[in-house]
């Protein structure tokens, strides 16, 4: 028996299986844990690129709005069809639920989309909004932009004030 043993070489069909059974088992909970880190990346830069979006959103309106001044800002909450709006008579009909006009560009939500329209071209900025709500109080001085946007289940509203100078 002795003589046989020391003939052997290699490693049998059955060490072989309980080698890779072993190592699976070690290995798939390393696996799972970089699958799942993974994917909390991919949501959280959804999450934060969204939120990105909204805030350069809010910074482009808030420099019109300066250069145009807070008359020439309106705030349209209407579910009327652009091509009704003067200034946007050219555009394929849709049905907003919010428009802001500053100067001669429009900002207006629809399907959970945000689009810009400016010199008869239609920009879709970001999508995932809920939200795109203007308020100007009666006084003049201020203008508040709040905007919701949902990404991966989350809700997050920013809110932006500009004041008249």
Known sequence: MKHKLKNRKGFSLLET????????????????????????????????????????????????????????????????????IEGLRNTAPRNPTNILRISDTFYYLNDRALYRYKDSTEYKMFENVLSFVIEKPEDGQM???????????????????????
């Open 143 to 165: 203008l508040t932009l709040k905007v919701t946007v949902e990404v991966n289940g989350r809700q997050e509203t920013i809110k932006t004030s500009f004041r008249q100078y």
């Open 17 to 84: 299986m309980l080698a890779l059974a072993i190592l699976s088992v070690v290995t798939l909970p390393a696996y799972m844990a970089l699958i799942s880190g993974y994917k909390l990346f991919d949501r959280e830069t959804k999450y934060q690129s969204a939120i990105s979006d909204v805030q350069i959103f809010n910074e482009e309106v808030n420099t019109r709005v300066r250069v145009a001044g807070f008359k020439d800002t309106e705030h349209i909450n209407t579910t009327a069809r652009l091509d009704q």
